[in-house]
């Protein structure tokens, strides 16, 4: 490789690294604009007619970073999200650390999955979390089976020592979604 | 003590400082407590001593440089005239500059261990107790009583009887806070897996205002508090209306905003006694519309201020817990009417 | 003892008085030819001479101050007025952090070692720093760390906890992101960095004097070095265990700080400040040096009560370990123990106060010329004094429960800080720049720069005791009207603002005086002590010939020219032991020559460092380019023998 | 460190124990000498008389009796002939959730009720193989799952009048023609946006069905309801918190103690509306004393379970009501636990019990507590005549019999932001609602119960309806010794241990005991084992499909038969790793039941299956 392209190589690098960063460490508290409501691109099972629905734009602001991980990772305690899904290894509801994605494992299925609750016992939370916090919530139950990069997922809290942080939960690739996409059929 | 002629000095070096030195709702020299008082007291005794030291070194510094000398040409170095009897005499000056720092230092510490000793003989007295968690970034504020259900909660306010030292125990949940009414007393920090005490009394009625002390993230620059001295009848009138559950809303409007309430939101976050709202994340608003301030004490209350702080929170405490909530005009109008009868 | 110090001993018998072998062109140009630092690129990167390596830790520890210098001005003017939206509290948060650990970490600390690496070996009398490699290394590692800090900061990564990084604020739950992490792991980088400079300075002081320079003889600048340094050696290991433990908490999930697993949040305050309160120290002895040493060639008379200054030095630095508390008052601890703390913090008052008086005596008793470092000598008395005098205050605490972390602190510190070293900083600047560059700063311009910046910097602030006592707490990124903060607030950016010209003024007559400044002779201030008994600049050897020192200003002892000691070898780098406390000679010890290996090490250690930011991994696979560097580095090659070695 | 402490611990209550029974048998030897040494007919426990009529051979309702014995005299199986006990018949229920019910039999016809989705199955007994005579759906909202604290289980059935009686989970009773399985009437008591459920088994008193509802962890308000068993209406309903006119608490109110009296306890021992949201439901069993007329229950932990959230005694959660059955008013009350520090309801079973105390015949009711205590009451007055302790425990030094008090260990009480380390017992207690059985032969309790610790910290609750309402963390783990479950044989008049057969895995089910001299209990590997009621000597073993968390029973067949009939199926807090696929790297899931049995889904798996065994048919 010549010279003046290494440079560019690392120029690009660097910039990418830093474009990262970023994104990763931005701290903006008000969220992406209200007023829209929930993702348009959910879709329940792994079957869409013709081409898939685009991510919703959104999801940017949220799915790797730091600060609205945090932010809802002290949601998720504050809301009670906790008390049925212990820190991630379950209880009433189901684990939420492990590869099993009942309701889809994207961003955007896990925010419809808050907002619309689900018929076996998860309870709506429509009108009652505002929709920034919910991409919070959801954010980090992403972080919760290391489905987030590791330097923006949250080290371990001042309490009870329950498991290993999230950025030190290895990543389990989900089992019963489409790469990317929706998640599948219910476990019940 | 009341020392005007080393206040007079501070105002001489501070230009504007003069007026709220002695006045200020948040001034360590304006004491209303007992506490504060001797505090500032030992205050000006420092300054007075001290800023006679400093005129002392300074007029030793012109003098040093600017003092008349002999004439001629400057001796070079070591050529320069070492007299025995000068290197002696100045020595001797030295000892009795150290004999004489030494002297001082240990007035002024005997004099702060007086002060500090005065100051925690006042625990003893104390007749009322209040529990204080700090949260980012605002007070939680408990009044404890034997009797489980005559003890309440309120937020970012403290009441007191005038004359009554009370006893502040310090909490915190999340990082170090540090509670602090310039006017009452000194600060003593709240850290989490601790639990601090203090003592607080006042010794005149008025408004006090304190801060947290300790940077706490975001917002910890809008993490005050208001400390309210009332004679002993009002504080006690205070008292139970306090342990009163909130008010049913009676007109139509506040009923709705009752209803959007508990169904929106505000529920999650927010406790009003009587009613199904009891989460504990933000604080209690039960008697809100009878509290000074807004918004840990960044906003005084009204009802314009209330319905600015619920429309757009993260315009005045950019970083806060609390949202914003998307209520829609009518919504919001409706809330206001409800939380501002919650007297 | 082995065959090799014996050889040595044996060696040090052909030192002689009676001048040099070879001619005194041909010496010096054999010397020349021997210490000089190779050209190029290559040859800046594998520089090992002090006074290269301290020039650099010079412009970047003032580098580093012009950028924290500005992001105080973004503060201040964000405080101009209430209620102002200037900067975001996210923003700010980073600002006064960055500020804070720059000035502290990067700043402060760095430059004042900058100095000791330039000057003590030439104050001293000896051709190289002990560990030249070692030096090398500290200066790539520190520039690492600070570039590292600022890289994040410019990413939006940088820390925003203060610059004492409380936990649990900083700790993982609080501090989410990698920012705390930079920080902590900058701590880290710089400490490397002084640790080494330390354990050269302190070697240099006690193993390389110049024949004749016994303990009573030292320069108070090089006393005052060996004192830092040797605080440093205690105090810099507290916070790098407390900043390696708060990663570990933040990275690895222990419970260092997690008062619910048995951890304590306490436990971070008391070794930060064990390590944070001697700081302070460790940037004022050194500048207590640059006082001791400006003050008499401007006074023109020795300095007053030398053996009182060095025991003040020593005193200084032993109470300096024992006051940690005092920035603890208010979190609880039992009052007894506050009260011993007091009756310390109290007591290191006394030191200081003799100190100013031996400074006061020589000013009387001598004959002053105000020049611009005698100015900022003055600057620095009238403001220090004033420092020290609120710090009285702080030591007691019922007082310290009122002001603390308020603006009351914040004058204090900077009164302290910026008027204890800041000023005998610049006025040092003033006084050695000839002899760093062979050019005199003008004196006109000094004038300015002084006046600038003792107006600008009393009105910032001075009136910030009072926003302290009127209940103005520190760090707060907006104040509401009303609280009768606002004008106070707008005096001191005001202030702020002047400052900055007078650094303004500074930069430009660096700028100009490094291209048309008066040419300086060895010794235009006509000073007594070493340094000025070489060239200006220094020629890479520092010295053709070894002084022989009779006093402790030889250069005033003996006008016309100092004894000499002979002896060493010209074709290779060797330097002349002596004596810890007679410093007569002792051993002839090889100095090494140039390399990259402290390059490839600093940047083996920066990979390693930075790495473990992200994942633990980085200690296990960064400590072999770690290791590979360090082979490198101590890899035997000694030159080859010449069969008939040439000496002076 | 720790395992010295624990030992020595131990060690201390042994030596205690000991050195008592010594004591205990001096004085005996000394005061009362050797001419009563040798009396023919020693003073023992029996049954509650009026409570515990002659045994039918059926099983009406989950406790066997009144008197709560578990106990069957029926003696065909017995401690010479079980190694030869083998299946009969087997059913599925076809719900895979923890099997926690009784089968009731009665008439030549099983009623068995399954976990959410609460199916009624009505077996034909008198037909080969049992087929299902009917079955009932009552159809539940399946969102209630989502607001049962600890599996949806449910704990049984009760027969009355030729009516079945079942609650479902999303807090319904219904009454079902137990001839035709059809549905009489449906009675909705709870709301599950509020978080209540029922999953206790219904107890018919003089033609009230009893019912409680669950839901403790969801900041409910506990009740205690009579509905008409006619008609379904309800007659009273009782709550456990706030003034005393909803408590029914009036002029018949008599507790024994000082700390129970005063006006409106179930408003003043709480922060100020905070009754409101305060549980202390009664999710457990009821016992009934015909002869004095009183019903006995127990309520449940005051919510939420950190105590720095609820200062005060919480009355009226954590203790023991003697109710009129008729009209639910209040005779006495005895708070086992003010001021819940560890979420110890106080639901157990009451068994009713006559016992020598002092050498007078006292009608009691004895109780083994979550806490660690068999206490031992009078059951005319609340009084506490012994509380022994039956397990490891630290968090507590034992009870005060003149005040009633229970002495709790300060440095083992739960911190907000602190984990105390080390408290025993759990939070489900020594032992959770799994009931003991009384044998009148032995005279011995027959106890299953936990050996396990836990660490502990307290966090803020918020009380968001329909959610839980907790505020805590909890890790838990095996106690002293590394086992975790044992069954006990309590001498209720000795007041000490006879025996006890240590379980790897934690004992979450009942204990059946018969005439034949043997106690029947099942584990949660699945193991139904029968052990010798005198000795504790294992005699046989069964291994079922999944682990065993149910109530087994006993009943002659309509051919003149003894059966012994168990649910297998792992489920309830303690199997939630299995039913809930829990992951257990979270020591913290399932409220931290799943630290303390990381191991069992390698042990046992989903299932439910109801067992049934019998000697081989004499050809």
């Known amino acids: 490789m010549s010279s003046p392209c290494r440079r560019a190589v690392s120029l690009l690098l660097f910039a990418a690294f830093a474009l990262a960063a970023c994104d990763r460490e931005d701290r903006e508290p008000r969220g992406a604009p209200v007023g829209e409501s929930g993702p348009g691109a959910t879709v329940q099972g792994t079957l869409y007619a013709g081409e898939p629905t685009p991510p919703d734009p959104r999801r940017q602001e949220y799915e790797g970073n730091a600060y609205h991980i945090s932010q809802g990772k002290q949601l998720y305690v504050w809301f009670n999200c906790g008390t049925c899904h212990a820190n991630g290894g379950g209880d009433i509801g189901p684990p939420l650390m492990d590869d099993v994605w009942i309701y889809g494992d994207s961003l955007e299925n896990i925010f419809a999955t808050i907002v619309q609750g689900r018929p076996n016992g998860m309870p709506s939370f429509r009108n009652k979390i505002p929709e920034t916090q919910i991409w919070e919530i959801a954010a980090y139950v992403r972080s919760m089976s290391g489905q987030t990069p590791t330097a923006a997922s949250p080290g371990r809290n001042d309490s009870l020592n329950a498991k290993p942080a999230e950025q030190r939960t290895p990543k389990a690739e989900p089992k019963n979604s489409n790469p990317g996409g929706p998640g599948v059929e219910g476990r019940q | ?343 | 003892m082995s065959a090799r110090d014996t050889s040595a001993r044996d060696s040090a018998r052909f030192i002689r008085r009676d001048g040099p072998a070879l001619g005194e062109a041909e010496t010096h140009a054999r010397l020349e030819r021997t210490w000089a630092t190779p050209p190029g690129l290559w040859g800046w990167l594998s520089s090992v001479d002090h006074k290269q390596v301290g020039r650099r830790y010079i412009v970047t520890a003032f580098v580093f101050f012009l950028l924290a210098g500005l992001l105080a001005l973004a503060m201040r003017m964000q405080l101009a007025g209430p209620n102002q939206t200037l900067l975001t509290p996210d923003r700010y948060n980073q600002i006064f952090t960055m500020h804070g650990t720059t000035m502290m970490f990067l700043f402060a600390v760095p430059v004042m070692e900058a100095f000791a690496i330039y000057l003590v070996p030439l104050m001293v009398g000896t051709r190289a720093i002990a560990f030249p490699r070692l030096n090398a290394f500290s200066y790539w590692v520190y520039l690492a760390g600070g570039v590292m800090l600022w890289v994040a900061f410019i990413l939006n990564v940088g820390p925003d906890v203060g610059w004492f990084s409380y936990v649990p604020l900083a700790g993982p739950q609080f501090g989410p992101g990698k920012r705390t992490d930079f920080w902590a792991q900058m701590v880290t980088f710089t400490e490397v960095a002084a640790l080494a400079v330390a354990v050269e300075i302190i070697v240099t002081v006690l193993k390389q004097r110049a024949p004749g320079m016994s303990l009573n003889r030292i320069p108070l600048f090089v006393w005052g070095q060996l004192v830092t340094s040797s605080m440093v050696v205690f105090a810099m290991p507290a916070v790098m265990v407390s900043s390696s433990m708060l990663i570990m908490d933040r990275l690895i999930g222990t419970h260092f700080f997690n008062p619910a697993e048995g951890g304590d949040a306490l436990l971070w305050q008391h070794l930060f400040w064990f390590f944070g309160h001697p700081e302070v120290y460790i940037i004022f002895l050194p500048a207590t040096g640059f006082v001791s040493s400006i003050l008499p060639v401007f006074a023109r008379r020795p300095i007053f009560g030398y053996t009182a200054l060095v025991l003040a030095l020593f005193a200084t630095g032993f109470l300096g370990f024992g006051l940690w508390v005092h920035h603890m008052f208010v979190t609880g601890l039992p009052h007894l123990g506050n009260s011993f703390y007091t009756a310390a913090s109290m007591a290191i008052a006394i030191p200081s106060g003799i100190q100013i008086f031996c400074w006061l005596a020589t000013l009387w008793d001598g004959r002053p010329r105000f020049a611009t470092p005698l100015l900022f000598i003055i600057g620095f008395i009238v403001i220090f004094v004033l420092g020290g005098l609120s710090g009285i205050m702080l030591a007691s605490v019922p007082i310290d429960s009122q002001v603390h972390d308020t603006y009351f602190v914040v004058a204090h510190f900077h009164y302290v800080l910026i008027g204890g070293a800041v000023f005998p900083l610049f006025g040092a600047v003033y006084y050695w720049f000839p002899k760093f560059t062979g050019r005199m700063l003008s004196e006109r311009a000094g004038a300015w720069n002084f006046a600038l910046f003792f107006v600008g910097f009393n009105l910032a602030f001075f009136p910030m005791h009072i926003l302290g006592l009127i209940g103005m707490p520190r760090r707060i990124y907006s104040y509401p009207a009303g609280l009768g903060w606002d004008d106070l607030n707008l005096l001191a950016t005001a202030g702020a603002l002047i400052l900055a010209a007078g650094v303004l003024v500074f930069l430009g007559n660096v700028w100009h005086s490094l291209k048309y400044g008066l040419v300086a002779g060895d010794n235009p201030w006509g000073a007594g002590t070493l340094e000025w008994a070489t060239s200006s600049p220094p020629p890479s050897v520092n010295f053709v010939h070894i002084p022989v020192v009779t006093g402790r200003e030889p250069l005033w002892e003996e006008p016309n020219g100092l004894a000499a000691v002979s002896g060493l070898r010209v074709d290779q780098r060797e330097l002349l032991l002596t004596t810890v406390v007679d410093a007569e000679p002792d051993v002839r010890e090889p100095s090494p020559m140039p390399s990259i290996w402290p390059l490839l090490s600093a940047i083996a250690v920066t990979v390693l460092f930075i790495g473990s930011i992200f994942t633990p991994w980085a200690v296990v696979w960064g400590s072999i380019p770690l290791a590979v560097g360090l082979i490198g580095w101590f890899w035997p090659k000694s030159p080859p023998d010449t069969p008939e070695p040439v000496v002076e | 460190m720790f395992p010295f402490r624990r030992l020595n611990r131990e060690v201390d209550v042994r030596m205690v124990r000991r050195a008592s029974a010594v004591l205990v048998s001096m004085i005996a030897l000394c005061g009362v000498g050797t001419a009563v040494a040798q009396d023919p007919s020693p003073a023992r426990a029996v049954p509650a008389p009026s409570a515990s009529p002659p045994d039918d051979g059926d099983w009406a309702m989950p406790a066997k009796n009144y008197a709560s014995t578990r106990y069957s005299e029926l003696d065909e199986v017995n401690t010479g002939n079980v190694r030869d006990l083998q299946v009969a018949f087997t059913f599925s229920t076809g719900v895979d959730r923890g099997q926690e019910a009784a089968p009731l039999v009665v008439g030549g016809t099983m009623y068995i009720v399954t976990p959410y989705p609460n199916r009624l199955f009505a077996l034909d007994l008198t037909k080969p193989g049992a087929p299902v005579k009917w079955s009932f759906e009552p159809k539940p909202a399946a969102s209630a799952q989502g607001v049962a604290c600890c599996d949806y289980v449910n704990r049984g059935a009760a027969f009355a009048d030729g009516r079945v009686f079942i609650n479902t989970l999303d807090g319904q009773t219904i009454a079902v023609e137990a001839e035709t399985g059809r549905e009489i009437w449906r009675t909705r008591l709870g709301d599950i946006n509020k978080g209540e459920t029922i999953t206790m088994a219904p107890l018919v008193v003089k033609g009230k069905v009893l019912v409680g509802n669950s839901g403790g962890e969801f900041g409910v308000r506990g009740w205690l309801t009579a509905l008409d068993a006619a008609t379904g209406k309800i007659v009273w309903k009782a709550y456990n918190t706030g003034p005393d006119s909803d408590v029914l608490i009036g002029a018949d109110y008599k507790p024994f103690y000082d700390k129970e009296k005063g006006k409106d306890l179930g408003v003043t021992t709480w922060p100020p509306n905070a009754w409101e949201i305060g549980g202390g439901t009664v999710w457990g069993w009821i016992s009934y004393d015909p002869e004095l007329d009183l019903i006995y229950h127990g309520t449940a932990n005051p919510g939420p379970w950190n105590p720095e959230q609820r200062p005060g005694d919480n009355k009226w959660t954590g203790g023991i009501f003697a109710r009129n059955p008729d009209t639910g008013q209040a005779r006495w009350f005895y708070q086992v636990v003010p001021h819940d520090l560890y979420d110890h309801d106080a639901i157990n079973e009451l068994v009713l019990l006559d016992l020598p105390v002092k050498g007078a015949m006292r009608k009691t009711v004895v109780r083994p507590e979550r806490n660690g205590y068999v206490y031992v009451l009078d059951r005319a007055t609340g009084e506490v005549l012994s509380a022994d302790p039956y397990a490891t425990i630290n968090s507590s030094t034992g009870v005060d019999l003149k005040t009633g008090v229970l002495a709790m260990v300060e440095a083992k009480a739960p911190k907000m932001g602190k984990v105390v380390r080390d408290i025993c017992p759990t939070a489900p207690g020594s032992k959770d609602w799994n009931p003991s059985s009384f044998s009148p032969r032995t005279g011995l309790l027959y106890i299953p119960h936990m050996n396990l610790c836990m660490d502990w910290q307290s966090a803020e609750a918020n009380y968001i309806a329909g959610t839980p309402y907790i505020g805590a963390e909890v890790r838990m783990f095996a106690g002293p010794g590394g086992y975790r479950g044992e069954l006990s044989a309590w001498d209720p008049v000795k007041r000490a241990k006879a025996w006890s057969v240590k379980e790897d895995l934690p004992l979450w089910s009942g204990t059946l005991s018969t005439a034949g001299d043997l106690v029947f209990y099942g584990t949660m590997e699945g193991w139904f084992k029968a052990v010798d009621a005198r000795t504790g000597e294992e005699l046989w073993r069964f291994k079922t499909g999944s682990g065993i968390i149910g109530q087994p029973i006993a009943y002659r067949g309509p051919d003149g038969r003894e059966y012994i009939a168990v649910l297998s199926g792992v489920g309830g807090w303690a199997g939630a790793v299995v039913v809930g696929n829990l992951d257990p790297r979270d020591a913290t899931a399932a409220k931290g039941f799943v630290n303390a049995v990381a191991d069992l889904k390698e042990k046992s798996t989903k299932g439910g299956t109801l067992y049934v065994f019998a000697l081989p048919s004499r050809r």
């Open chain 2, 1 to 343: 003590m009341r020392a005007r002629a080393p206040m007079a000095l501070l105002c001489i070096g501070g230009l504007a400082g003069c007026e709220r030195v002695r006045h200020g709702v948040q001034s360590a020299l304006d004491p209303a407590g007992h506490q504060a008082g001797r505090i500032a007291d030992l205050w000006w005794l420092f300054l007075a001593v001290l800023a006679a030291v400093y005129a002392l070194v300074l007029i030793l510094l012109l003098v040093a440089a600017f003092r008349p000398r002999r004439r001629g040409r400057v001796p070079v170095g070591s050529a320069f005239p070492q007299e025995a009897p000068t290197e002696r005499r100045l020595t001797r000056v030295l000892v009795a500059w150290a004999v004489g720092t030494t002297a001082i230092i240990l007035t002024l510490t005997g004099f702060s261990y007086a002060v500090d000793r005065d100051i925690l003989s006042l625990g003893h007295r104390a007749e009322l107790t209040v529990e204080i968690t700090a949260k980012q970034w605002w007070w939680q504020v408990k009044y404890d009583d034997p009797v489980p259900n005559r003890s309440f909660e309120t937020a970012n306010e403290i009441r007191l009887p005038v004359g009554v030292p009370v006893r502040v125990i310090l909490k915190a949940q999340d990082v170090i806070h540090s509670f602090w009414v310039p006017n009452l007393h000194g600060k003593t920090d709240l850290i989490p897996g601790r639990v601090n005490e203090t003592v607080i009394v006042a010794n005149r009625e008025g408004r006090f205002r304190g801060q947290c002390a300790e940077f706490c993230g975001f917002q910890h620059a809008n993490m005050a508090l208001d400390v309210v001295a009332v004679p002993r009848a009002e504080f006690d009138a205070w008292r139970e209306s306090q342990l009163a559950p909130a008010v049913a809303p009676s007109d139509e409007q506040s009923q709705e905003g009752q209803r959007v309430f508990l169904t929106s939101a505000c529920v999650m976050c927010h406790t009003i006694r009587g009613t199904t709202a009891a989460s504990r994340v933000g604080p209690d608003l039960t008697h809100i519309a009878t509290r000074p301030s807004l918004a840990a004490g960044t906003l005084p209350y009204s009802k314009g201020n209330l319905a600015g702080w619920i429309a757009d929170p993260q315009r005045i405490k950019p970083g806060s817990q609390m949202p914003v909530t998307g209520l829609s005009a009518d919504q919001l109008q409706s809330v206001l009417a409800y939380l501002d009868g919650l007297k």
